[in-house]
């Protein structure tokens, strides 16, 4: 077992039925020109966090986990986005339509692939879904269950909406999730400072929250103890 140091209290887990799952960590809204700045956001927050992410992803690859990234992506004909999916807010470019990285949040699009820095390793698990939570329409459960996976370990964008749904949805489903502070990021800091302090509340209410570094050392000293 590893034990890592987290809020509310200590995150205890198996690598074997432990997955990194990793949320959207698209160009669509990572960079300019995609969902997020048509929305209205500043995107370069969350261009920051490439590197944490990178890190995690590394240490979770060392560990032999197994390692999940999704992406928020619609069929080309949008025959999976609801009328209201589409048609809310007053966004200058709206899900479907061509931007500066091709049509937006589609399935094959230049803005649809995850960003260089995160990208995914081959035998990795990449899941294309159209709502905000990872489990809702797509076989993820059915994925983890059959892999044995038990708890989860997540990251990736933004916190408030898709990583915060997916841990909601997790939750449900009995899974134990350890959020990984530095490696998510909202356009907002307050929303994601609200989302950490959520999930971890009433006594981890949603999960645990952890610093990366404390993830990270809990992980090399596993290997070590394994090794030695
Ligand atoms: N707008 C926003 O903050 N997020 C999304 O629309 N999708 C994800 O969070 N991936």
């Known amino acids: 077992m590893t034990v890592v140091r987290a809020q509310p209290y200590l995150y205890t ?4 039925t432990t997955a ?13 020109g995609g969902f997020g700045e048509a929305l209205g956001n500043d995107v370069s927050r969350l261009e920051a966090i490439v590197p944490a992410v990178a890190e995690l992803l ?13 992406r928020e992506a619609h069929r080309p004909d949008l025959s999976d986005c609801p009328p209201s999916k589409l048609g809310r807010g007053h966004a200058h470019l709206r899900i479907g339509d061509r931007g500066p990285m091709g049509r937006i949040l589609i399935k094959g699009e230049p803005g649809h692939a995850i ?7 081959a035998g990795e698990l990449v899941l294309d879904k159209p709502g905000k939570g990872a489990f809702y329409a797509t076989s993820l459960h059915s994925d983890l269950i059959a892999a044995g996976i038990t708890h989860l370990v997540v990251a990736g964008v933004t916190t408030e909406v898709c990583v915060q749904s997916t841990l909601r949805e997790a939750n449900d ?9 530095e490696a ?12 950490l302090d959520m999930v971890r509340a009433q006594g981890g209410i949603v999960g645990w929250t952890a610093h990366l570094a404390d993830f990270a050392g809990a992980l090399e000293k596993a290997r070590e103890t394994h090794v030695s």
Do not use: N, W
């Open 13 to 16: 887990f198996d690598t074997r």
């Open 184 to 195: 998510t990021e909202s356009y907002f800091p307050a929303f994601k400072a609200a989302t």
């Open 173 to 181: 489903r009995g899974y134990e999730c350890l959020l990984i502070e």
């Open 58 to 70: 590394d240490v979770c690859r060392k560990a032999r986990m197994m390692i999940v990234h999704t």
């Open 20 to 32: 990194l799952v990793v949320i959207d960590m698209q160009r669509d809204f990572i960079e300019p």
């Open 115 to 121: 960003v260089s820095g995160a990208a995914p390793a």
